[in-house]
């Protein structure tokens, strides 16, 4: 399955855009696939201090399961206020 | 609960902030008033970018405040975020607490600020003469 | 120390003290805002007169500001106190601090209201619906 | 020697007005041989919490010593803010 990923601060750079489509192998993929295929291909993103994926708004556990339908998004550091 | 949550990339409104929170049950208000620093660690900043994820941001933020009308009696309670360019004395947040009493409203102030700059998705980007950086990205 | 310390009769303008402690060394400011509570332990507010010793009063605050100035690093501090009559909603007080880091501004912020109120010589009386009390006078 | 005194809060409504004058004996009274002179002439002032002397605008210690030309003022508890 393709999952869009959108991706905001330094992700966004290190992507070269607000928007990706990552290619997922089957359709139980959990945000820890997804990170190791983005990790493969965006080495660069192993040197944040940190990152998470949210998945519908919402801050995704490591084991969370990803569907098409769902908006994902990168959360590098925040640094807001 | 009565909050407020706004997140907007044209200047934000003190006085309207201020009125918002005001009621004839508090005692006292508590505002942190966020203001672009010219320097950090003594560099000089020309300008900051702030970036949000605006409908996980509002989300993040609503926790944030239910948190605290849950750890103390609060009346009202806001945030207002800007995005976009800043300059040097331009603000990119006001917090805005009431309470009858004014130990909740200083209290809660302070909590939803430290927590939103932990938790919830907005970036910020500094511009300096030589040179720009993503803050907290790196160690 | 760059602090303002003011007694008025009329009412306080926030706008106003806000750009007065607004600076570009500071990341940010705390703002406290007193406002009159429309009841006291339940019981209807009425009004509060406030009477102040005007001299002693400024001289009072001048000296909690200096002691928030060599506690913390602050950039400016002022202290605007209203006298005479208010009604529910209305201002008595306005403190206002920045600096380089909002710690130091909220921790300063609630001394110097903290002890204001242990301090310096400003005198309330409520009135409820049926009779007046100096506030603190008796145990 | 004859010293006024200016009186706030309950102090005023107490004493019945803004300034009083009090006659102390000699010309060495200090703050505390003006509350007993005080005290005796308004018995209510010792039902206030408490109250403190000022000299010119400054918060006076008990012994301190008052002169003609000092600016007394007597403080009851503060309740400002």
Partial sequence: MEITVLAFGIAKDIFGGQLITVELGDSTATTADLKVSLEARYPKLKQLASYMVAVNNEYAEDGGVITELDEVAIIPPVSGG | ?139
């Fill in chain 2, 1 to 139: 609960m009565q909050s407020q949550i706004e997140i907007h990339t044209e200047p934000l409104n003190i006085q309207a902030c201020i009125a918002w929170v005001m009621s004839p049950e508090s005692g006292g208000i508590d505002i942190f008033i966020g203001t672009v620093r010219n320097a950090t660690k003594g560099k000089p900043v020309v300008k900051l970018e702030f970036e949000a994820y605006n409908q996980m941001a509002v989300n993040e933020i609503n926790k944030i405040l239910k948190q605290a009308f849950e750890r103390w009696p609060l009346q009202k309670a806001l945030v207002h975020h800007r995005t976009g360019t800043l300059h040097v004395g331009e603000i990119p947040v006001i917090i805005a607490v009431s309470a009858a009493h004014r130990d909740a409203a200083f209290e809660a102030c302070r909590y939803i600020i430290d927590t939103l700059k932990q938790t919830v998705p907005i970036w910020k980007k500094e511009f300096f003469e030589d040179g720009e950086v993503w803050v907290a990205a790196h160690p």
